[in-house]
């Protein structure tokens, strides 16, 4: 079975923040990763992955003014300086939290000089910090509107032209479904390419145990395939988060005999 990973700001959120990290533990995750750490006090985190003996997986950039429509900065003109600024931020904090994957969120931006500012924004980031590894996501249009990277197959042509080793795939399960419906083609056809894989049913984006997605078929495909990397629950649970935590359990073996 993959490792998994579980979102602290989708998963456990009936707990205070800083207790969701036990909470994780005690449910039998190994890692978590957070969304937007930038308002907590690094120290807590790192004490708590520490003291619960849990990795970090993944951060994002930081995204701007959320409830004002911002989505990250990577592709917009004239937004560089807060680009660059958010990766300074989200790189520093990786480093001393441990952050196996940071995401660099692209904002909402369409056009040939958004595509130009995407490059450029991101093969900056990649080279500023050889030493950390990055991720890009497409996101369906459907949960967010206008975001400059709504396609795989354009998230694979800009990986194939900065060439960063350091630049890699996020593939989250569920926007795949919305955006191509056929999850374990589009894996076959960009899974080289992942270092990070986020899961949910689809289209409720509530627990992976039921919907579109054949979860158990695609697990198996991570591993047949080799796949390394963290596989996260990025979903908002049905009910209590424990309650809906059976697609983490490995299958039962089959009988003897």
Same mark, same amino acid.
């Given at each position: ?21 036990? &909470?994780?533990? /005690? %449910? +039998?995750? $190994? #890692? ?10 690094? *120290?807590?985190? =790192? ?58 969120? &692209?904002?909402? /931006? %369409? +056009?040939? $000089? #958004? ?10 980031? *990649?080279?500023? =910090? ?61 899974? /080289? ?18 919907? =579109? ?45």
């Amino acid at each position: 079975m993959p490792r998994f990973c579980a979102n602290l700001d989708f998963l456990f959120t009936e707990r205070p923040f800083l207790d969701r990290f036990a &909470a994780a533990r /005690a %449910a +039998g995750f $190994e #890692a978590v990763e957070i969304l937007f750490p930038y308002d907590h006090d690094p *120290a807590e985190i =790192a004490a708590r992955l520490a003291g619960e003996g849990l990795q970090l997986a993944l951060i994002n950039t930081p995204a701007g003014d959320w409830a004002a429509g911002e989505r990250g900065f990577a592709a917009l003109p004239g937004q560089a300086a807060r680009f660059r600024e958010g990766v300074r931020r989200a790189t520093d904090l990786a480093a001393r939290l441990g952050a196996a994957q940071v995401h660099l969120l &692209a904002g909402c /931006a %369409a +056009g040939a $000089e #958004a595509r130009q500012t995407y490059l450029g924004n991101v093969a900056w980031a *990649a080279d500023s =910090a050889p030493a950390q590894s990055f991720t890009i996501e497409p996101i369906n249009p459907f949960d967010m509107p206008g975001y400059f990277l709504a396609r795989f197959d354009d998230a694979a042509k800009i990986l194939d032209t900065l060439a960063r080793p350091n630049l890699h795939l996020q593939f989250d399960a569920y926007h795949a479904q919305r955006i191509a419906g056929d999850v374990m083609g589009l894996w076959a056809r960009m899974g /080289a390419r992942a270092a990070h894989v986020q899961v949910a049913a689809a289209p409720a984006r509530d627990d992976p145990d039921r919907g =579109a997605i054949d979860y158990p078929a695609f697990f198996a495909r991570l591993d047949t395939d080799g796949y390394a990397g963290w596989v996260s629950g990025e979903y908002r649970p049905r009910g209590r988060t424990e309650d809906g935590l059976g697609w983490i359990a490995p299958a039962p073996a089959a009988p003897a005999g």
